[in-house]
């Protein structure tokens, strides 16, 4: 197996598993105990590690989201605390989620490993919350799930870092993105659903996309060996398994 191979295997695990935190429940019950009101802890706490920073700032980083949601969300979320506060409850809530929800697996302390290696070892160009959110602190061996969570989501920021890059390089803009690949969560990232682009028109340039991202994403993960690289492949994709398992039990 190649690392374009295994970049590809995984993308749908690495974006499912990596980002459950961001929209449970548990997460917005956590916002509001907080002060916040919803959405703003969302922006404020995943912005949060670009630093304090401007909400034209952050847009960049969000890549799909409407420029006037995220500076209504960033001005709210400022109201109630710091952006470095803000994202070091992220940090919490997001080991928070993976001790209370992943299930038991016998390959977290491999599984860690690996993705420990690639995160350490990724160049940061074109993934700026994959930067902002490394050097945040990371949970302790001694709590795997909550150390699994915190690595899925460094993975999940690299690759969307790189997805966007991908977008534009394609032709794609954020609107056309989300009208293609999630038009039901365009309320949520700002737009009117009510007048999105033709979808199926995106087509053909968002194929091209995802194999870029393939492709750049085959980088960071090339730091791997090619058995180790199966190993991570066979791991993630397991565990992925897994968390759908018991979400049908």
Known sequence: MDSVEAAEQTAAAIGQLG??????????????????????????????????????VITSAFIVWNPEAIATQWALGRAVMSPADAANEWVAVCAAFGEANLPDFDGYA???????????GASSACAALFAGWRT????????PKALTQHLLNSLRELRGGLHGGALLAAGVTPLEAVAFNSPYMAPIFGWDAENLPD??????RWKVAEAGTNVAMSVPLGVLTETELAEFVELINALHTAVQAAKEA
């Open 19 to 56: 980002g459950a935190f961001m929209i449970d429940g548990s997460t917005f019950a956590r916002g509001g105990e907080l002060g916040f009101g919803g959405l703003d802890f969302y922006v404020l706490g995943r912005g949060g590690v670009l630093g304090d920073t401007t909400a034209e």
């Open 110 to 120: 491999r599984l860690n490993e690996l993705m420990a290696t690639i995160v350490a």
């Open 136 to 143: 945040m602190p990371m949970p302790s061996a001694d709590a």
């Open 199 to 204: 979808g199926a028109a995106i087509k053909e």
